[in-house]
């Protein structure tokens, strides 16, 4: 079983920057595509970003491309989400996926582990 664990959520300002980890506890992150998601309140859970095995391929949600960057570090089995201009819309838990496949992909359905989420606020 492999578990995900989010951190780098909080509190900040609009404008600001947050960037957010996540580390797998399995040996299959290095093979599979990883994603970011986000649930506002009283909102569907929605896709964010992913990235592929290599890092070759990535996706964004049109909602933060060019605000969002995702990244990871395979030596260090850790996935990150550099979220710059960061707005009062972007106020949400965020949640780190490992897809089943080596593949970016956006559907929730291609994801087979979940983290527990981080709470990124945003202030006007």
């Known amino acids: 079983q492999v578990q995900l664990v989010e951190s780098g959520g909080g509190l900040v300002q609009a404008g600001g920057s947050l960037r957010l980890s996540c580390v797998p506890s399995?040996?299959?992150?290095?093979?599979?595509?990883m994603g970011w998601f986000r649930r506002a309140p009283e909102k569907e859970r929605e896709f964010v970003a992913a990235?592929?095995?290599?890092?070759?391929?990535?996706l964004y949600a049109d909602s933060v491309k060019g605000r969002f960057t995702i990244s990871r570090d395979n030596a260090k089995n850790t996935v990150y989400l550099q979220m710059n201009s960061l707005k009062p819309e972007d106020t949400a838990v965020y949640y780190c996926?490992?897809?089943?496949?080596?593949?970016?992909?956006?559907?929730?359905?291609?994801?087979?582990?979940w983290g527990q989420g981080t709470q990124v606020t945003v202030s006007s």
């Open positions: 996926a490992q897809a089943r496949y080596s593949s970016a992909v956006i559907a929730t359905t291609e994801y087979d582990y």
């Open positions: 990235i592929s095995r290599f890092g070759v391929t990535t």
């Open positions: 399995g040996r299959t992150f290095s093979t599979s595509g």
